[in-house]
């Protein structure tokens, strides 16, 4: 399995869909141009983070703010209701909390992987590190809000580090973040008291701590998965979805793995073969009938469909209208 690929939470995507339409901006339109739906987000979907640089750049263009990224993450709700608060919550205290959050951080994302360092009077979640300003910006705005809520308004950062020489205003960091923010630094930080480390959790619970780390743990599990439908998607992009050699047991074969096996590990992460490979197809259907040069016949071929009809059928089950039709309304 392709280890270096790194994915984001549903819900992530999900919140910063409504968090675009809150801040009056086109979520539909910067959305459907990365080829996602032109409508919320599953939450239970996660999704690969290489679409992230695509992804903002659109939602600058869109937005004309040069700032988004960190303008989105100041209007982000705040994480509530998910695994990790939980274990926040039934931690004895903050810095306990927050060690084991950061251990089962990429239930959230496993773009970067922070750390928790203590130097003298100062703490540090260290290690933010992203090739997408915006991206990281708006993670960082996330990520000081929840804490500050998961403290009961107490945690109070000292300082921003940012990788990066050119990023917005110094002044537009404070009146955000409200601390000092330190650009083209070695890697992205945190810094804060580390006095807050000890604060007492009011709703600690040793057994409620334990249920919930099983549960982060097997979440985890659920995302290692995750990266088995990208594998998939590469056996199918190889050569074997034009030739129509999309059978379970081959595909199996190719991975490695007992057809069961397959199975149920695809269902660990909500879905099937079937929907994995309908998934790929409306994708690839939807890239290649944007293609004037390609024909709808080479289309069907490409996409190993035995027949145009079988094509039309499963496109109109997709998105509610005929190939030639939306190729016709995306080409105007």
């Not at 081959?250 to 998934?279: C, M, S, Y």
């Not at 293609?291 to 996409?303: G, K, R």
């Amino acid at each position: 399995m392709d280890q270096n690929k790194s994915s984001d939470s549903g819900v992530f995507l999900w919140l910063t869909y409504h968090t675009l339409n809150k801040m009056n901006l086109d979520a539909n339109r910067i959305f459907s141009q990365i080829r996602l739906s032109e409508q919320p987000p599953d939450k239970t979907i996660r999704r690969d983070n290489s679409t992230q640089q695509r992804f903002w750049e659109i939602a600058e263009e869109i937005s004309a703010d040069q700032n988004i990224g960190l303008h989105v993450g100041e209007h982000f709700p705040i994480f509530r209701g998910e695994i990790l608060e939980y274990i926040f919550m039934s931690s004895p205290t903050f810095g306990d909390g927050l060690q084991r959050a950061l251990r089962y951080q990429k239930i959230f994302t496993d773009a970067f992987v922070a750390h928790l360092h203590i130097e003298n009077q100062n703490a540090m979640i260290t290690n933010l590190q992203h090739p997408v300003r915006h991206y990281l910006e708006c993670a960082i705005s996330v990520m000081l809000n929840f804490l500050n809520y998961i403290t009961n308004n107490h945690f109070n950062p000292k300082e921003i580090w940012l990788p990066y020489q050119q990023g917005a205003s110094l002044d537009e960091y404070q009146r955000i973040w409200k601390c000092p923010t330190r650009l083209g630094m070695q890697h992205g930080c945190i810094v804060f008291d580390a006095e807050i480390l000890s604060l007492a959790s009011a709703s600690a619970e040793p057994m409620l701590l334990k249920i919930h780390e099983h549960v982060a743990k097997q979440q985890v599990k659920v995302v290692d998965k995750y990266y088995l439908i990208n594998d998939i998607e590469n056996l199918l992009s190889s050569g074997l979805l034009e030739s129509g050699q999309l059978d379970l047991k081959l595909i199996a074969q190719h991975l490695g793995l007992q057809p069961r096996k397959l199975r149920a590990d695809l269902k660990e992460v909500n879905t099937t073969f079937e929907k994995v490979l309908a998934t790929y197809r409306e994708k690839m259907a939807k890239k290649l009938l944007m293609n004037p040069n390609i024909s709808i016949d080479q289309v069907v071929y490409l996409l190993g469909f035995s027949e145009p009809s079988a094509f039309s059928r499963a496109f109109k089950r997709w998105t509610n209208e005929t190939p030639s039709h939306y190729r016709q309304r995306k080409q105007k």
